[in-house]
Structures are given as C-alpha cells and as structure tokens.
C-alpha cells in the first residue's frame, strides 16, 4: 500500500530558478500617473461594439487572421481586450476586436476585459498607444485614430487640405475610383506638418497654397493622374521655396496660371523621361519629385522675378 504523496522539494543550487522582486533603482525619476484606474471584469460579447472612426475595418486578411485565432483558440493565450463605456451598457472595443471575434466564431459569449473610461479622443490614443509598435497598421489608421483622438497634426492638416478644396483621404481606393484632389500620401502630409512633435504653421501654409493652387489648374481640377505622389512632392517643394510670398492674398491664383501656362502633365512627363532615360544608361539621378521640383523652381524664378511680379499676378496682371 502506497503512502501518502508529497510534492517534490523545490530545486536547489545550480538548478533553483532565479526569482526577482519588483524592484525600481532609487535614482530614477518617478512618473506621474495618468487617466483613471482600470478594473477587471468578464462582458458579453453581445454588449461589444467597434468605433470605425478609428478601429481598423475588418478585410480579408484579417478576417484570415481571426480564423487562425479561432483554429488554435486556448483560454492561455487569450489576453483580456480593452473596453470603454459607450452608454446603454455597451462598450467601445479599444484593442482586441480580432480576439472577440474568434471567441464568438468558437461560440463563447463572455470575454475577460479591462475596463478604462475614456472618451473617443482617448479611446483612440489608448489604440494608437497599443497598437502603434505591435501591429502592422497603415497611415491610414493612424490618420483615422488621431482625427478621432483630435491629435493636432492631423485635425490642422485635415483643415488646410479641405480649405485648398481637396481631401485628405482616411482609406484607400482603386485607381478607377480616385478622383482629382483626393490625397492619399498621408505619411508625406505628417512628415511636412509634425516637426518635432509639434504642428509648423508654415508647412500649413505651403500645404493650402501648393494643393489649392493645384486644384485650381485645369490640369488638376480634371486630371487624376496629376495626383501622384511625385507630382504632389516635387510641386509641394517648389512652392516651398516662395517662403513669404505665399502670404500675398491671391498667391493661389499666381501658381494656379503659372500651372496653366507651364502644363503640369507635360512637366511630369518630361521628369520621368529624364529619370528613365538616366537609369537606362547606368548614369546617377535624383528621384522623379526632385528633378520635377527643380523644373519648376527654375521656371518659378524665370517668370516671378520679384514679389511685385507675383502678386501681380495673383490680382489678374500678366
């Protein structure tokens, strides 16, 4: 007859595992803590709702993703998701929509969550915190959560572009379903609006006045493929250069009949040529935007010689 069993001692010497305490050096700084206190808790599924102002839409591939979720599915690897109230016993899913719907794909009506009260601003923020370096999200979703979360550089650049008479472009389309004026290098746009974390005014400016005076061309105002990325770019930069004179009231107006006379599509054309034809002989060359932007800068100084010239121009002069 066998005794009584009794667990193994725990391990000694060499092979005792090292367990450390939490411990925070002395020196360093103590942060301070921001928002309210979390708590845990389990919430149905059924009372889950998805905020597309910022949350990501669920397309094919990810709807790939959460079938493997759902194949694989064990309770250990299932992290808690991050609710907000949203009111009427609901709550905003902040991070792990893939998650709640592999558990409802498996037929389970409860998940493990933590609950944080946040409005939709710091809803979005909460997802851009979370998801920003773990999950692969385009500029699009950034753009979308941060104009949700009010974050300033896409709120201030969302403005200039619409009052240029464009649109800065949440989602992508396909080149038959793009129209003039439509902007979807939204990583271009935050990286000439956000200088060191903060929104430049004059970036702001050159945006209003590069694209507005773009739109207001005839090429632009009916060309879709006037739009492209090297286009935008190279005019972008070139209109940079005026610096103040972007300030004169009918500055649009000038660059708008400059575009005109010059012919944006053939001055792209031209670029392309010279870039295609640099690769084809081994010879060094500048991208596409740069050789387009020093073709218009050498114009803009050709037929705008003074700031006179230019806001001549703006006000119907020749």
Same mark, same amino acid.
């Given at each position: ?5 009794? &667990? ?14 939490? #411990? ?28 597309? $102002? ?16 759902? $194949?694989?599915?064990? @309770?250990?690897?299932? #992290?808690?998701?991050?609710?907000? &109230? ?11 929509? %893939?998650?709640? %719907? ?36 385009? &500029? ?11 974050? &300033? ?16 472009? #949440?989602?992508?389309? #396909? ?51 006037? @739009?492209?990325?090297?286009?935008? $770019?190279? @005019? ?46 081994? $010879? ?35």
């Amino acid at each position: 007859m066998s005794g009584p069993q009794h &667990p193994a001692p725990p391990p000694v010497g060499r092979d005792a595992p090292v367990l450390r305490c939490v #411990t925070i050096p002395a020196a360093m700084a103590k942060p301070v803590v921001r928002g309210e206190r979390p708590h845990l808790g389990w919430v149905e599924i059924s009372k889950l709702r998805i905020d597309d $102002r910022y949350q990501r839409p669920l397309q094919r591939h990810n709807w790939e993703a959460i079938g493997r979720i759902a $194949r694989a599915f064990d @309770w250990s690897l299932f #992290t808690v998701v991050d609710i907000a &109230p949203v009111g009427d016993g609901r709550f905003s899913v902040i991070d792990g929509q %893939h998650r709640v %719907h592999a558990a409802a794909m498996v037929g389970i009506d409860k998940v493990p969550v933590r609950v944080v009260q946040a409005p939709v601003e710091g809803q979005a923020r909460a997802f851009m915190g979370i998801n920003g370096n773990v999950t692969a999200i385009t &500029p699009f979703h950034v753009l979308r959560a941060s104009l949700a979360a009010g974050v &300033p550089w896409a709120v201030e650049a969302d403005r200039a572009i619409a009052r240029a008479g464009c649109r800065l472009m #949440t989602s992508n389309r #396909t080149a038959t379903e793009r129209k003039p004026g439509e902007i979807y290098a939204v990583q271009w746009v935050r990286e000439r609006i956000e200088r060191d974390g903060a929104v430049s005014r004059s970036s702001l400016t050159v945006m209003e006045v590069a694209l507005g005076s773009l739109k207001a061309s005839r090429e632009g105002g009916s060309e879709v493929g006037i @739009w492209t990325y090297s286009a935008l $770019r190279g @005019w972008y930069s070139a209109v940079e250069a005026l610096d103040d004179w972007l300030e004169a009231a009918g500055a649009v107006r000038s660059l708008a009949s400059f575009l005109d006379r010059e012919g944006l599509g053939e001055a792209l054309a031209r670029a392309e040529d010279r870039y295609r034809q640099a690769k084809r002989d081994g $010879r060094p060359t500048a991208p596409v935007y740069r050789l387009l932007m020093s073709d218009f800068q050498d114009r803009l100084d050709e037929v705008f010689k003074t700031k006179a010239a230019f806001i001549k121009a703006g006000e119907g002069g020749c």
